[in-house]
């Protein structure tokens, strides 16, 4: 049993080792998200990943009290010979937290059996808090291998305190806590709490862009104390050719985000050459004094475009001449007047230039005989009237038109 004892220590220190390089060197490049909820910042706000530790079993034999059995982020039970009595379980919703009075970190685990116990606050049944201590217990013991209960402690019939050493990993990066990234001002599912979630750690194609997105908006907010700490984003795509990028927006200035004023950051692309496989764009947050915050988007390319400015540019080239074109009409409409009226001693209408050839276009259109008809009755009422006494038919006059407005 003793050699048995040793060489499972053994394993376990150099799966811890392992465990804490593979996370170091992760964490160099991006804070990530890790696999499970058993995770906790300290203090400093390291990360430290407990995953390797999940389900492991940890036993407490008692004289006079029933034992007590802890499986590792799952749950907290009771054991004697008339069953078992569970104390809590351990989910994603439960505080696993750095410690500020006993121990380094603070677990704690709910809903447990409800006999006995079904006026406890909030109606959870029985709970557990489980104090973790890295390395060894306070009086020294436990230390190395797999660790074990210190001791426990019954607050009541419901409720029971655990103190817990267990060998604990390297720190990990420093997170930067309450940084988000999202899709909307109030979503966070590019970074969540300064951790890169599931599928945007890496180019994935289930959260790839198509090539018709031509851009996406993200959103960045902060703790407002610490929001000056966060810099200008950078950008890395791979292959280097193919897609263009730009950024744009507060974020990309360097502005400083917060919870109420969210920055944003418009991510510009155009695809000139066509790649079965997505482009792989990369874009990092530096924050100072802590591990930089970086996500990646996967970009598709099924075929080329053209770049957006140069629509923009067509654009703002019709709208300049269109607005050199107006005034010019007006400076030569008022110049004309002005000399068609002092000059040529024209006025009212008369004086606007063209208006001849507007007349003419217009006698045209209208026809001749009207026009000569009209002009006739306008000149000498007393014709009509005679004419209208003479006849019961209406008369048309031979001949062209004369005359001009």
Known sequence: MGRKRARNSQMHGLLVAIVSVVFIMVGVGAVVVPNSTCYALDDSGHIHDFS???GQLFEYERN?????????????????QQGYVNFGRFDKFNQFIASSERGNFTQGYYDGDLKDCESSFDKLGRTSQINIFCGSCPDGKCAGGLGCICSVANESTCRVTIDLAIPCAEPGPRVFEGFTVGFHPRSWEIVYNGMTQWGYE??????????????????????????????????????????????SGSGAKGNPPTTLSPTIILVHWTCKKVLDTPYSVEITIPVKNYDPVQFTFAKMCAQTQEDGGEATRGWAIFGILSCILIVASTLFCCGGFVYRSRMQHL?????????????ACLETAGGSTYTRTQTDNTINPFMNVERQGATTQPRRTSGGTYGSI
């Open 64 to 80: 006079k009290e029933p034992d007590l059995a802890v499986r590792f982020c799952k749950d907290v039970e009771s054991r004697s």
């Open 347 to 359: 006025h009212g209408l008369d004086a606007i230039p063209g208006i001849a050839l507007l007349s």
């Open 52 to 54: 390797n530790l999940i």
């Open 202 to 247: 890496k180019p994935s194609i289930e959260f790839s862009f198509s090539t018709e997105q031509r851009d996406v908006t993200l959103y960045l907010t902060a703790i407002s104390a610490l929001s000056d700490l966060v810099q200008t984003p950078t950008i890395k795509i791979s292959p280097e050719k193919g897609l263009n990028v730009r950024l």
